[in-house]
């Protein structure tokens, strides 16, 4: 392997979102409450995403992810290495997930008002609604791939420079095929995304 290959590697896994997340909750562990901030905006587009695939509302996803984070300040002790906090997070947002999908039926009557409020001034009502549609849709069909690229396509969805090392510990593969297995998956997307008439 070249040397330039290993740094870009090196430097990816230097940089990845769970290697940031880590340093951050390290240093919120440490006393520096300004870290529990940059934790919060680094991995809150991924928790969202996580209780997302579980076909929640948006009112129901944003609970969820807030729920996650009160469980982890009211917790944060059992997290014992700070390299575990990406894990902990991901697993903590899916249970919490898991349970809101029995009640969020519940709550889908009040959600265009939740979703309204929310909504940004400047942006038409159609523009926002299509957006949301488009988003659920591709989730949609995210799950119908088999669990590995479901796992793969959402890690690297928020990552442009991915820990491959971490990645191939995680889905118990090789560093090697994590490319190829990523492209196989983004074809099987397409060729769903096709036969349902999204592209």
């Known amino acids: 392997m070249a040397a330039s290959d290993v740094a870009g ?3 990816a896994a230097e940089t990845s979102v769970w290697v940031r997340a880590a340093a951050c909750f ?4 440490g006393g520096d409450t300004a ?3 940059e934790l919060v905006k680094l991995m809150t587009p991924v928790l969202w995403h996580t209780v997302r695939a579980y076909g929640l509302s948006q009112a129901a996803a944003e609970d969820a992810v807030q729920n996650t984070w009160l469980a982890l300040v009211r917790n944060s002790h059992q997290v014992l290495e700070a390299v575990a906090i990406g894990g ?3 697993t903590t947002a899916r249970r919490t997930a898991w349970r809101a999908k029995s009640t969020d039926a519940k709550a889908f009557a009040v959600e265009d008002t939740q979703l309204a409020a929310a909504l ?4 038409p009502a159609e523009a926002s609604a299509m957006e949301q549609l488009a988003s659920s849709a591709l989730w949609q069909h995210v799950q119908t ?4 690229c479901q796992r793969l396509l959402r890690i690297v969805a ?3 420079r991915p820990d491959y090392a971490g990645l191939a510990q995680s889905l118990g593969m090789p560093i090697g095929s994590i490319g190829p297995t990523r492209r196989r998956c983004l074809d099987k997307l397409r060729s769903s ?3 349902g008439g999204q592209l």
Request: no cysteine.
């Open 193 to 195: 995304l096709e036969k």
């Open 35 to 37: 870290a529990l901030d």
């Open 158 to 160: 928020f990552d442009d």
């Open 88 to 90: 902990w997070l991901l």
């Open 9 to 11: 590697r090196s430097g």
């Open 145 to 148: 791939l088999d669990e590995r």
């Open 120 to 123: 940004p001034h400047t942006a």
């Open 26 to 29: 390290g240093r919120w562990q």
